[in-house]
């Protein structure tokens, strides 16, 4: 069989994993790029006459490890370009990367109606602009791409051909994140089996069951997004959100503006408020949640609270709701969220992206960054460049919606919220494999200079067959 390594190749978004025995071609994950600017993407399709380095017509099955857009947000363009095979996950990440994929359609939308508006400025009205971006997909195409999902349960082994079996593991991470275990029988009966580590959670995160182990295998290709840091605060999340909200909402009365990921970090988040207000923890302020997708992806965490960690479970046994507490407000137009950012009181506003780069957190961290009352708390990574990171560098100035404003505003960083493991979960999870046995690991999903830091650590704890391949590198195994 071969493995050729298509995305997510020392840098962190577009996972893409092109495994082939004989003829049968599975794709693990297939996600969007986000280390390519337009620019780049167009050369790079324009040159392949497609989305993908290969033709989508010849695979047969994708097997998806998690709901995030880095690892889903190309299977519409998957489909679009011919593919006919289904995509096998878990049931709550059909559930999530429905949400997110029909959300990455809006936005197609927009732009193209944006596009749209300008061209029929100048030409004829309601003409269609020609230059339509080949990755672009709309609403269509993602109902038509969710009706070929196949949910399948947790530790369940499923038969993809005499020869293939898959059995989706527990990852932790986000809810229905799962390593993925694929079994291959050659010719002659012999096994071999590979481990797509998929993302790693941490352990104790919050709503979500710890990774579960994975057994022996051949080959395990691992994600590095942490491969060369530590998560150094030590405080529950409780304990680190109780204390920020002290400082930044009560003993100065202020505003507590935290950017976060729509599905997995919000809920996390609300599930943490509503403990607080529980425990009588919670001060008397507004919070409010301002993002459509929050919504929609919160009602999935209830729909399957059955999946998700005992102690949430026993939560929601004791108290019936998981993130529904008094005082939180969930906003759905884009007038009301307009106007919160005007509320006068001190209160939370959580709303997305965590990057802070689109989405409504523009125009509340807009409305704020001035105020010396106001806090801006980062609780996620956030790519070079984005908002987010400038914020994080104690930039003076940003640029903000065309406009150059001061940063008086306080800006705050926690990352006990983060949903990666670190090094030493990494390394953890790592060391459940015999280094006799493993034949080969593969490092992904990681800048390249933590995958190097990681596989130096793994050199030392006796893994020497490491590798970090480059993208298009195939291998043989
Ligand atoms: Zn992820």
């Given at each position: 069989m071969k493995l050729t390594f298509w995305g997510a190749t020392q840098q962190v978004t577009g996972s893409m994993y092109l495994l082939e025995v004989d003829d049968y071609r599975i794709l693990i994950d297939c996600g969007a790029n986000f280390d390519?600017?337009?620019?780049?993407?167009?050369?790079?399709?324009?040159?392949?006459?497609?989305?993908?380095?290969?033709?989508?017509?010849?695979?047969n099955t994708v097997l998806l490890t998690h709901a995030h857009i880095d690892h889903s947000g190309n299977i519409p363009n998957l489909y679009k370009e011919g593919f006919e095979g289904q995509v096998v996950c878990t049931e709550p990440t059909y559930s999530l990367t429905g949400l997110l994929l029909q959300n990455s359609a809006m936005l197609h939308q927009k732009r193209l109606n944006t596009a749209n508006g300008m061209s029929s400025n100048k030409k004829k009205k309601g003409k269609?602009?020609?230059?339509?971006?080949?990755?672009?997909?709309?609403?269509?195409?993602?109902?038509?791409?969710?009706?070929?999902?196949f949910p399948v349960a947790f530790g369940q082994k499923y038969r993809i051909t005499d020869r293939v079996t898959v059995t989706y593991i527990p990852a932790g991470h986000l809810l229905g994140a799962a390593h993925i275990l694929v079994d291959v029988r050659d010719v002659d009966g012999k096994k071999k089996t590979l481990c797509f580590s998929g993302d790693l959670?941490?352990?104790?995160?919050?709503?979500?069951?710890?990774?579960?182990?994975?057994?022996?295998?051949?080959?395990?290709?691992?994600?590095?997004?942490?491969?060369?840091?530590?998560?150094?605060?030590?405080?529950?999340?409780?304990?680190?959100?109780?204390?920020?909200?002290q400082r930044t909402c009560v003993d100065i009365p202020g505003r507590l503006i935290i950017p976060t990921f729509s599905v997995g970090r919000t809920q996390a988040l609300l599930y943490t408020l509503n403990k607080l207000y529980v425990d009588h923890n919670l001060p008397?302020?507004?919070?409010?949640?301002?993002?459509?997708?929050?919504?929609?992806s919160t009602k999935v965490y209830q729909k399957y609270s059955r999946m998700l960690n005992r102690e949430a479970r026993e939560f929601k046994e004791a108290n019936e709701m998981l993130f529904d507490f008094e005082n939180l407000i969930y906003i759905e137009s884009?007038?009301?969220?307009?106007?919160?950012?005007?509320y006068s009181e001190p209160c939370i506003i959580i709303s997305s992206s965590g990057m802070v780069q689109g989405g409504r957190i523009e125009h509340h961290v807009a409305a704020n960054i001035e105020n010396p009352y106001a806090t801006i708390l980062m609780i996620g990574?956030?790519?070079?460049?984005?908002?987010?990171?400038?914020?994080?560098?104690g930039q003076d100035t940003i640029t903000i919606k065309g406009e150059k404003k001061s940063v008086l505003a306080n800006i705050e960083k926690i990352d006990v919220f983060s949903g990666h493991g670190d090094q030493n979960d990494l390394l953890n999870f790592v060391k459940m494999q015999n280094s006799e046995q493993l034949k080969n690991l593969f490092l992904i999903h990681g800048e390249a200079q933590s995958m190097r830091e990681f596989k130096d650590v793994l050199n030392q704890h006796g893994y020497g067959q490491v590798e970090i391949p480059e993208r298009g590198q195939s291998f043989e195994l």
């Open positions: 390519l600017d337009e620019k780049q993407k167009k050369a790079l399709y324009d040159e392949q006459k497609s989305v993908f380095p290969f033709d989508p017509t010849l695979v269609l602009v020609k230059d339509i971006p080949r990755d672009l997909f709309l609403e269509k195409q993602v109902k038509d791409a969710m009706e070929n999902f959670g941490r352990k104790n995160y919050p709503l979500l069951v710890d990774p579960q182990p994975v057994p022996q295998v051949d080959y395990l290709i691992c994600e590095s997004t942490y491969g060369n840091r530590l998560h150094e605060d030590t405080r529950s999340p409780e304990e680190a959100l109780s204390e920020v909200i008397p302020l507004k919070v409010f949640s301002d993002s459509p997708l929050s919504f929609g884009s007038d009301a969220s307009r106007a919160i950012s005007n990574y956030a790519s070079e460049n984005t908002l987010g990171w400038r914020l994080l560098n």
